[in-house]
């Protein structure tokens, strides 16, 4: 229980003692400076050149990506501008030739077999006359179920306008395969024609978007080109997969010119990306990937001067630690003593006995052991007095103690009474003085050892008891039955009633003696335990409810606060003897107007139950033997009843202990392991 100073308790003690090793490296850090210093300056100088070549390659690229979008940007407006001077004249040729069938085609006539020659001529696909009512007058090719050319000449019929042209769309893909034109005929009439337009077509193909686009793609400094607007890719070349799905650029007023790197996987290339206007509209975004490989030679280069570099630092680095190696065991004993100091604190930490140690009666350590024994948080209690925490727990003597080894009892918040052996050294060095108290709490062994030797006493006692019961219960069987036959056979002549008094009295006292006989004999031979499993709380209640009615007759307050630990594994007959024998002693020595407290809380792997009252209590000489064999403080009490709920407490493992007071009242508690 001895504990010896160390200075890993004060670190300013420890840094005194290496003011030499400290001046002995003086010269080796000055190396290590020296050498990281080059590093630094090697290394930065590196990655500053890096970031210069880098800035301008990525500069040049960025030119390079803005003068290829806008020759993109002109190339796609000159392309769209040709594709509406073709649509237009493709517009006008079919007017055209509808109007001038309508001129060759008589009204209200039928038609000769020479139209059909005349609309392949001019690659008309459908032709069809419809007059005012809306009704066929004549058809050539025409396709079942197409209802645009109908719709067309109902528009021109209703005056909505005197011609109407129309892009004719495949039934299977949806896209345009030939336009359909409707003009006036006649007397509120029209006349619609449908042709192919395959030419057109290719040669929007031949210079649109995507002929535009893949040409600019087949550059091998160009990863892809696309056309994006907000919700789809219009046109697209190149390695597409690589482009980011979300297009992440800005909308309406604020589009403009706009890179950035970008990595995906191994790869990384830089992205520009450029509004495209036509006639005032936003038509799209183009966006232009292309490698970086001048960047990744770049950085070749600079990995290459980081590996020489490397290399010269080792070879310096080599010659530094050369120098500091024989100073080496000088740190090496510095590491030795921060290991000792760090097991030392380890140890003090996760001890089980309670340590404090207090530096000119403030306190500098006190561990977690310390903390759970009083009930406390520790380290709100570092650097405060010592005595102010002593008063708090409620162990003030501890304080003015002797240096030594020494028992104390304290009285602790929530614990009740404990029983300390505590150890105190002090160290003065210098102006501190160091106090060191070891604490362990020795209650429940205390508890565990009166148990015993109360335990041996009634077992010697038991023994005795038991001889003597066989030697008394047969005579007292004899004297038992002559009493009760004098008593019905004998008649005497005077005071016959006082003779039979008497008799009925000497027959009561023996019964009475012959109970006791038989209570001696069952402590003796005590009846084994018989564990079975049940429920804790339902159980409690039963027992409460049982004694309930008996306390309130007396006038006695009940209280109950209860844990629910679950299922426990007792003896549920003797358990419930220990608990009516310890109310019944409640309620007995409580007076009318007094308060019986019944508390269970859940303590680790055991069940606290205490059974308090508030009345007389008892003195110390008492206390020391209420679970004596025949000790009893009532008249008409045997002295059995204590030893019997000692007895089987024990045989359950557990441990019962009693504190009790003068004029305070009297708290039973009991120890007990769930599963016995």
């Not at 402590?523 to 499993?533: G, H, L, M, V």
């Not at 006695?556 to 310890?582: F, S």
Request: net charge positive; proline share 3%.
């Amino acid at each position: 229980m001895r504990v010896r100073a160390s200075t890993s308790f004060f670190p300013w003690w420890s840094m005194s003692r290496n003011k030499p090793l400290m001046a002995r490296l003086t010269a080796a850090r000055a190396l290590m400076v020296l050498f990281v210093s080059m590093a630094l300056i090697m290394i930065t100088s590196a990655v500053v050149e890096l970031n210069q070549s880098r800035g301008e390659v990525l500069n040049l690229v960025e030119k390079q990506s803005r003068v290829l979008l806008q020759s993109l940007l002109a190339a796609s407006q000159d392309a769209l501008l040709a594709n509406e001077y073709l649509f237009d004249a493709y517009r006008q040729r079919l007017i055209q030739e509808a109007r001038l069938i309508g001129g060759l085609l008589p009204v209200n006539k039928r038609y000769g077999p020479q139209l059909d020659s005349l609309v392949t001529r001019a690659g008309i696909s459908q032709l069809m006359v419809f007059d005012a009512a809306g009704r066929v007058r004549f058809r050539l090719h025409h396709r079942a179920g197409d209802t645009l050319l109908a719709n067309l000449a109902a528009n021109v019929r209703a005056g909505w306008g005197d011609i109407w042209v129309r892009g004719v769309r495949q039934p299977g893909n949806g896209r345009i395969a030939a336009y359909a034109a409707a003009v006036p005929h006649g007397r509120g009439g029209a006349l619609v024609i449908e042709m192919p337009a395959a030419d057109l077509l290719k040669f929007r193909k031949q210079v649109g978007f995507g002929s535009l686009i893949r040409g600019v793609a087949q550059s091998p400094k160009i990863l892809y080109v696309a056309l994006q607007d907000s919700l789809n890719l219009l046109a697209a070349a190149g390695r597409v997969e690589l482009m980011p799905a979300a297009l992440n650029y800005g909308s309406g007023d604020t589009l403009t010119f706009h890179s950035r790197i970008i990595e995906r996987d191994t790869l990384t290339f830089f992205e520009a990306m450029h509004p495209f206007y036509y006639r005032g509209q936003l038509v799209g975004v183009f966006r232009m990937g292309m490698p970086l490989k001048e960047v990744e030679a770049i950085t070749a280069r600079l990995y290459r001067r980081l590996t020489i570099i490397s290399i010269i630092l080792l070879i310096f680095g080599g010659i530094v630690f050369s120098l500091i190696f024989t100073r080496k065991r000088f740190e090496r004993l510095q590491e030795r003593y921060d290991v000792v100091e760090s097991y030392s604190d380890l140890i003090l930490e996760n001890t089980g006995d309670a340590i404090i140690v207090a530096a000119n009666g403030n306190i500098h350590t006190i561990n977690k052991a310390a903390g759970d024994l009083f009930g406390i948080q520790a380290e709100p209690f570092k650097g405060g007095p010592l005595k102010a925490l002593l008063d708090k727990i409620g162990c003030a003597r501890l304080a003015h103690s002797d240096p030594g080894i020494f028992q104390i009892d304290c009285t602790l918040q929530g614990k009740g009474r404990v029983y300390l052996l505590a150890s105190k050294s002090r160290v003065e060095r210098a102006e501190t003085a160091l106090d060191i108290f070891v604490l362990r709490d020795l209650t429940r062994e205390r508890a565990l050892q009166e148990q015993i030797q109360r335990k041996e006493r009634l077992s010697a006692m038991g023994e005795l008891a038991s001889g003597v019961a066989h030697e008394i219960r047969n005579p007292l069987n004899t004297i038992g039955t002559i009493v009760q036959q004098l008593d019905k056979d004998f008649e005497p002549r005077e005071d016959s009633a006082e003779y039979h008094s008497l008799a009925r009295l000497v027959y009561r006292e023996v019964r009475r003696i012959n109970d006791t006989v038989q209570d001696f004999l069952k402590f003796a031979r005590p009846e084994p335990i018989r564990t079975e499993p049940f429920d804790f709380k339902p159980w409690l209640e039963d027992v409460i409810r049982q004694h309930r009615p008996m306390l309130a007759e007396k006038g006695i307050a009940l209280e109950t606060e209860t844990d629910d630990p679950g299922r426990v594994q007792w003896d549920r007959k003797q358990m419930g003897q220990v608990m009516m024998n310890l109310i019944l002693n409640a309620s007995q020595a409580t007076d009318k107007g007094g308060k019986v407290e019944i508390l269970s809380r859940i303590a680790g792997d055991e069940i606290e139950i205490k059974i308090k009252d508030n009345g007389a209590g008892m003195d110390e000489s008492t206390l020391k033997k209420i679970f004596n064999l025949y000790f009893t403080t009532k008249a008409e009490g045997t002295g059995i009843g204590l030893a019997m709920v000692q007895r089987i407490v024990y045989e359950h493992g557990g441990v019962i202990s009693v504190e009790s007071e003068k004029g305070r009242g009297t708290e039973f508690i009991l120890r007990l392991p769930r599963n016995v």
